[in-house]
């Protein structure tokens, strides 16, 4: 069964420019989690979609969005790009939410901003 | 709102040593907790979990035990290898305080030595 797969795994932008990333969840899999892994700032929460709608987000400026597709798949997109924005960006998939629900990550997109 | 405290390190110990990684957490629900491992270069793992208060969680010589009354859920293992050199992230769940999915700790970077 293939896991969590994200594309690109390396993306080079310059400051103000707009950058998008995919993610597709495990078969089966409805919600789909996205996170930012700043050096020295561990992962933080940016958004949760579950059946195509966003369900949450976390503390950051509208300029991060994203959506979900039919096929569960998402995308998340930075426009308006910073220096900070630099990061790994993590997505992860569950199957339902409950307590002790397990999300299983993909191997995260590098964005790096010039 | 939620929030997760761990041991930054990094933790470097030798091999066969004992392991203790600690981590408290704060949360407004009655939360699942979980232990995550990342290796160099790749997504998160889920180590172990546990649902309830007193449940031990294990894998490949990991425990924790989820504390309600000292609110932690330390990792421990009693003799560790060079190949568990990785960053070890705590966790919590908590879908009845609200719905972001999953709330990290800043990670644990843990060094074996030969």
């Known amino acids: 069964e293939a896991g969590v797969t994200q594309s690109p795994t390396h993306l080079i932008k310059t400051r103000g420019q707009q950058a998008t990333l995919r993610c597709s969840p495990i078969?089966?899999?409805?919600?789909v989690y996205w996170y930012q892994q700043a050096l020295g700032l561990g992962l933080q929460f940016l958004l949760w979609?579950?059946?195509?709608?966003?369900?949450n987000r976390g503390n950051f400026p509208p300029r991060f969005s994203g959506r979900q597709f039919p096929n569960y798949s998402s995308e998340l997109n930075v426009n308006a790009l910073e220096l900070e924005d630099s990061a790994l960006y993590l997505c992860?998939?569950?199957?339902?939410?409950?307590?002790?629900?397990?999300?299983?990550f993909g191997q995260g997109t590098r964005l790096t901003v010039v | 709102g939620d929030s997760v405290t761990q041991m930054e390190g990094p933790v470097t110990l030798s091999e066969e040593a004992f392991l203790t990684i600690n981590c408290t957490y704060t949360?407004?629900?009655?939360?699942?907790l979980f232990w995550y491992v990342q290796y160099p270069g790749e997504g998160l793992q889920l180590l172990l979990k546990?649902?309830?208060?007193?449940d031990k969680g294990s894998n490949k010589g990991f425990e924790a035990t989820y504390r309600k009354e000292t609110t932690s859920f330390h990792l421990e293992k009693g003799s560790v290898q060079v190949s568990d050199s990785a960053v070890y992230f705590c966790?919590?769940?908590?879908?009845?305080?609200?719905?972001?999915?999953?709330?990290f700790g800043k990670g644990t970077h843990l060094i074996i030595q030969p």
């Open positions: 979609y579950d059946e195509g709608e966003e369900r």
């Open positions: 546990a649902t309830k208060a007193d």
């Open positions: 949360a407004t629900g009655y939360p699942s």
């Open positions: 078969s089966g899999h409805t919600s």
């Open positions: 966790a919590l769940s908590d879908l009845g305080g609200g719905a972001d999915g999953l709330t």
């Open positions: 992860a998939s569950s199957s339902e939410q409950g307590l002790g629900t397990e999300a299983f």
